[in-house]
């Protein structure tokens, strides 16, 4: 099975400032990842599928990027609602997998 | 709208067994798979599994496969799981939701997920 990993797991920051995060996978998912957001006490909510394709009313400041083993999710500028947990998930082959997440917290 | 909305969480022995209800609405849902996710308390999200949009084949996590059954009934817009032998690992939120893309060689991504109802297996 594939195993992905993120990184930084703990990510501060301040409103209007920009994220970047990790996502690294074991072996090549090709371009087989998406990227979810959980607030606290929320479902998970699609940000980006296919690695680069933002879901349906996802604004213009998330944006992802890379193939193969190596992805990213970029936060242009945080807005305070952007405080959350970030999940990847490839799903390039079976059993589809989860990172571990990475948590933007408010500086 | 589109909607998802999960029911029949609970307290459950250790042991015993649960089926969970997810009711979708705002969609065709017949025509779409739906993958079933959970949550232990303070953790990340593990792919239980999926059911394809007609019923005809299912894929399960090795940690659920041979205990948990998914199903669903197309005519009442209705996604199931049946889990059997809970044991305190299976304690969590569980999320269904729906899939975009699986086939044969690779599963889909999911974008629309329900709130979540809560299972725990405790004496």
């Known amino acids: 099975e594939i195993v992905l990993t993120q990184s930084p797991a703990t990510l501060s920051l301040s409103p209007g400032e920009r994220a970047t995060l990790s996502c690294r996978a074991s072996?090549?998912?090709?371009?087989?990842l998406a990227w979810y957001q959980q607030r606290p006490g929320q479902a998970p909510r699609l940000l980006i599928y296919?690695?680069?394709n933002r879901a349906t009313g996802i604004p213009a400041r998330f944006s992802g990027s890379g193939s193969g083993t190596d992805f990213t999710l970029t936060i242009s500028s945080l807005e305070p609602e952007d405080f959350a947990v970030y999940y990847c998930?490839?799903?390039?082959?079976?059993?589809?997998?989860f990172g571990p997440g990475t948590k933007v917290g408010i500086k | 709208q589109v909607q998802l909305v999960e029911s029949g969480g609970g307290v459950v022995q250790p042991g015993r067994s649960l089926r969970l209800s997810c009711a979708a609405s705002?969609?065709?849902?017949?025509?779409?798979?739906m993958h079933w996710v959970r949550q232990a308390p303070g953790k990340g999200l593990e792919w239980v599994g999926l059911?394809?949009?007609?019923?005809?084949?299912?894929n399960y996590a090795d940690s659920v496969k041979g205990r948990f059954t998914i199903s669903r009934d197309n005519s009442k817009n209705t996604l199931y799981v049946e889990m059997n032998s809970l044991t305190a690992e299976d304690t969590a939120v569980y999320y269904c939701?729906?899939?975009?893309?699986?086939?044969?060689?690779?599963?889909?991504?999911?974008?629309?997920w329900g709130k979540g109802t809560a299972v725990t297996v405790s004496s």
């Open positions: 705002g969609f065709p849902f017949s025509s779409y798979g």
């Open positions: 059911i394809w949009y007609d019923a005809s084949n299912e």
């Open positions: 072996q090549s998912v090709s371009n087989y």
């Open positions: 296919d690695a680069s």
């Open positions: 998930q490839h799903d390039n082959n079976w059993p589809p997998f």
């Open positions: 939701a729906r899939d975009r893309g699986a086939s044969i060689s690779r599963p889909g991504y999911m974008d629309v």
